[in-house]
């Protein structure tokens, strides 16, 4: 099935980079989440060039085309897919790229979370493969097969909660939500035997963290997560993620202590009264411009320190 070029979009949410924008009538993932379209808007920079890099073992970061990093797995029949570009054509283009490294089929895309740069490219894969993410990922998408029913070959076929062990042709994987983060379906996939997670948007190195509270979403619950993480046995020494480069134990470790520090910093001055404007402005962070549709990192710890029971 393919989606017509030139569908109308408008009036949903969609999160691309950490910027919302206005998106509908296409492959909705309610609210900040995935569009499946098939033509670029009138206008776009042309998107940097796929590149495939190996991480380690048979672990490869895909970077480039439209859409946050992805990664795949060359099995010994089969490859595997982590999360699925913004576009069908960037998919397509990426899973080109793939066979020059792997000329095996794919057999299944794992999706770390619902946002759209991740996921919009679901309409491109090829007819049998597998889609599988967190049950609350799942439900995140629902929306879009309730006003388009033709796009539910496009939903994940197969869900999980909690934890759930794969065996990719050999490779051990286990998959593990520790709730609200990110969103509230976030997929961790560690992959023990080369001491490496693939992390979705959890890990951000150099800027704030993006929380999506309209997808219940937690700043202390990315906490949680990011230390489930570190805790993880056996120990792990790369974490990849949608939008950096591969970062180590240390700068996780170090992105928790900032992350601590600013809410520490933020419950203090509730404790001395001071109101949220003064709060963002102690912290640098101006009024929200009439295009920003979301909160800021501050506002966030704010807001979940004063509802505290």
């Given at each position: 099935?393919?989606?017509?070029?030139?569908?109308?979009?408008?009036?949903?949410?969609?999160?691309?980079?950490?910027?919302?924008?206005?998106?509908?009538?296409?492959?909705?993932?309610?609210?900040?989440?995935?569009?499946?379209?098939?033509?670029?808007?009138?206008?776009?920079?042309?998107?940097?060039?796929?590149?495939?890099?190996?991480?380690?073992?048979?672990?490869?970061?895909?970077?480039?085309?439209?859409?946050?990093?992805?990664?795949?797995?060359?099995?010994?029949?089969?490859?595997?897919?982590?999360?699925?570009?913004?576009?069908?054509?960037?998919?397509?283009?990426?899973?080109?790229?793939?066979?020059?490294?792997?000329?095996?089929?794919?057999?299944?895309?794992?999706?770390?979370?619902?946002?759209?740069?991740?996921?919009?490219?679901?309409?491109?894969?090829?007819?049998?493969?597998?889609?599988?993410?967190?049950?609350?990922?799942?439900?995140?998408?629902?929306?879009?097969?309730?006003?388009?029913?033709?796009?539910?070959?496009?939903?994940?076929?197969?869900?999980?909660?909690?934890?759930?062990?794969?065996?990719?042709?050999?490779?051990?994987?286990?998959?593990?939500?520790?709730?609200?983060?990110?969103?509230?379906?976030?997929?961790?996939?560690?992959?023990?035997?080369?001491?490496?997670?693939?992390?979705?948007?959890?890990?951000?190195?150099?800027?704030?963290?993006?929380?999506?509270?309209?997808?219940?979403?937690?700043?202390?619950?990315?906490?949680?997560?990011?230390?489930?993480?570190?805790?993880?046995?056996?120990?792990?020494?790369?974490?990849?993620?949608?939008?950096?480069?591969?970062?180590?134990?240390?700068?996780?470790?170090?992105?928790?202590?900032?992350l601590k520090e600013k809410e520490a910093r933020v419950r203090g001055m509730i404790q001395q009264k001071k109101t949220l404007e003064e709060i963002k402005a102690a912290f640098?962070?101006?009024?929200?411009?009439?295009?920003?549709?979301?909160?800021?990192?501050?506002?966030?710890?704010?807001?979940?320190?004063?509802?505290?029971?």
């Open positions: 099935m393919k989606i017509a070029r030139g569908t109308k979009l408008s009036n949903f949410y969609l999160i691309l980079q950490g910027a919302v924008l206005i998106i509908s009538t296409a492959f909705l993932v309610l609210p900040a989440s995935g569009v499946i379209t098939s033509s670029n808007p009138a206008g776009q920079q042309t998107n940097p060039p796929i590149t495939i890099n190996k991480v380690r073992d048979n672990i490869y970061m895909i970077k480039g085309g439209s859409g946050a990093n992805c990664y795949f797995l060359a099995g010994k029949k089969t490859n595997l897919l982590i999360d699925a570009k913004m576009s069908p054509e960037s998919l397509k283009e990426m899973l080109t790229e793939i066979q020059k490294i792997s000329a095996k089929p794919l057999s299944l895309v794992i999706l770390t979370h619902s946002d759209g740069d991740h996921v919009n490219g679901l309409s491109g894969l090829p007819g049998g493969v597998k889609i599988l993410a967190h049950k609350k990922t799942y439900e995140e998408m629902l929306p879009a097969v309730e006003q388009r029913p033709e796009l539910k070959n496009f939903l994940p076929s197969e869900t999980y909660e909690g934890i759930k062990n794969l065996d990719f042709e050999g490779t051990k994987l286990e998959l593990r939500n520790f709730g609200p983060a990110h969103t509230r379906g976030d997929t961790v996939i560690f992959i023990a035997v080369s001491k490496v997670a693939i992390a979705g948007d959890l890990v951000f190195i150099g800027r704030d963290p993006l929380i999506h509270k309209q997808k219940n979403g937690s700043f202390f619950g990315l906490i949680k997560t990011l230390e489930s993480m570190l805790a993880y046995k056996p120990e792990i020494e790369l974490f990849l993620s949608g939008h950096a480069d591969p970062a180590s134990r240390q700068e996780v470790s170090e992105l928790v202590k900032s640098g962070v101006g009024p929200a411009s009439a295009s920003s549709r979301r909160p800021s990192l501050i506002e966030i710890i704010y807001q979940e320190i004063t509802e505290e029971k």
